[in-house]
């Protein structure tokens, strides 16, 4: 059976919550509705964007069932899944798939800073045991476990796996894994300090899994769409025009400065749960000067909250 395929823009999803602090799915249904007009092929829900940290179990089984109702035709919705040990990654990713989930991301046991061995012995348990397409988020700067590529293309060849998120700084991993030619999709994170959305799209990659698409929904769809179907030079233009928003949105740890700035923007995000807090007025001054010289005030109707 051949895998998935996901190619453009996979944004990852702050978590809104109401003014009680409850999980708001209204404000989802608006801000879904935003990323398929945009043309956004993936949502991951509970991803670090979507604070699972401070998320009940009851609360990200809640998230699954009802955000699956909200899910546009033509577009796929993935579920972070990681948790602490292999059996409890088990558990979450049936529960997705029970309930209809296009796939789920993971990245290593958070904490636990196993060696590279254990993790791949970690990733081949669950995608045996599971029958739903998964994606390996390797996100070292998290989680402190970093994947080398001979570890990467192993765990490739497994079935069940369809999605390599790179969140590291080296562009010779990237080379390596693309030059394999694996059957997988391979994205990576959209923060401008790692330096790896150039370099991945140049090379082939795929597309980008970010966090920028949930205030930039549009610019994102265009800079991550695969080089086969875009023009370099026009590629260039966008990434150079949205680096101050980039480098703006991974300001403060993920998602203190997205889901500030969205709120100041008027988006129905919420506040951040504790115990992170929020950016300070100045920070947000800042982000709001960017959005305006980007034009994203016009384009999305974006009026500024208060501070």
Known sequence: MSKIRIEGSFVASVTPFNARGAVDFGA?????????????????????TGEPSSLLPDEKRQIVVETLRLRPAGMKFFYGCTGPTAAQVIENVRFAQANGADGAIIA???????????????????????????????????????????????????????????????????????????????????????????????????????????????????????????????????YLELLPLLHFNYSAINPVAIKGLMRACGLPVGDLRKPLSGLDAAALARGWAIVRELGLDARYGYKLSSL
């Open 28 to 48: 989802w249904r608006e801000l879904i509705e935003r990323q398929r007009t945009h043309g956004t092929s993936a949502i991951l829900f509970m991803g670090s």
């Open 108 to 238: 290593a046991p958070p904490y636990l800073c196993a060696p590279e061995a254990d993790i791949e012995r970690f990733y081949f348990e669950v995608a045996d045991a599971v029958q739903l397409p998964l994606g390996i988020y390797n996100n070292a700067p998290r989680v402190k476990t970093d994947l080398h590529w001979d570890h990467l293309l192993r765990l490739f060849r497994h079935p069940n796996i369809v999605i390599h998120k790179e969140s590291t700084t080296r562009v010779g991993q990237v080379a390596q894994i693309l030059a394999a030619r694996p059957d997988v999709t391979v994205m990576c994170c959209d923060s401008p300090n790692l330096g790896l959305v150039v370099p991945t799209m140049a090379l082939g990659g795929h597309g980008t899994a970010n966090m920028s698409g949930n205030i930039a929904p549009a610019e994102m769809t265009e800079l991550s769409t695969p080089w086969s179907r875009a023009p370099a030079a026009r590629f260039a233009k966008r």
